[in-house]
């Protein structure tokens, strides 16, 4: 029987079950980090701990992101803290209250799922949901994730291809890859 080359060895692993649901649009490369970007003016602490932002009463249409925070050699990260807000159905943040905030932790492996909406865009920004992702005890991560196709990308000077989530039918995915 030959030796496995290493076409044969890729080969095999495309054939392995992958939850397509965690890919996102471009292929993940562990070992190089999550893009950071700017928190912006709208960022509050003392979030409360929830996995829906959903608000009693939104008529916007509702957005399932899934995924998970893995180290840069592609180990799940427990205990993660990811902590969401963006604007709402009007471009608007809530300055005052906790509308559309808050925070929530992975799971064992990794894994972190949050309900919402659609934001809408406000001036000069395209749609997007920040974001601040922290491994127990290491550094924070403050990024921005971006929708495919959306037509203010393009002439968002924030906006980066490489934070696009993978949208199907309602529902997003991205993979953080952070300091653990």
């Known amino acids: 029987m030959p030796s496995p080359t290493r076409r044969r060895v890729l080969a095999a692993a495309v ?3 992958i939850a397509p649901v965690f890919a996102q649009s471009r292929p993940l490369t562990c070992g190089g980090l999550t893009e950071a970007q700017t928190e912006g003016p709208f960022f ?3 979030t409360p701990l929830r996995m829906s932002l959903v608000e ?3 008529k916007a249409p509702r957005l399932l992101v899934i995924g998970r ?3 840069a050699q592609c180990t799940p990260v427990a205990n993660a803290l ?3 807000w963006h604007a709402d159905e009007d471009g608007e943040y809530d300055n005052r209250g906790f509308r559309y905030r808050g925070h929530q932790f992975s799971d064992a ?3 972190w799922r949050l309900a919402t909406i659609v934001p809408a865009e406000y001036p000069g920004r395209t749609r997007h949901i920040h974001v601040k992702v922290q491994a127990p005890g290491k550094r924070v991560l403050t990024t921005q994730l971006y929708f495919p196709g959306d037509p203010g990308n393009a002439r968002d000077g924030l906006y980066e ?3 696009e989530m993978r949208l199907a039918k309602g529902e997003g995915s991205f993979d953080f890859v952070v300091e653990a």
Do not use: C, E, H, I
């Open 15 to 17: 054939l392995l079950p």
């Open 44 to 46: 509050k602490t003392d």
């Open 56 to 58: 009693p009463g939104s």
């Open 69 to 71: 925070v893995l180290s």
């Open 82 to 84: 990811l902590d969401f």
């Open 109 to 111: 492996q990794g894994r």
């Open 161 to 163: 291809r490489a934070l």
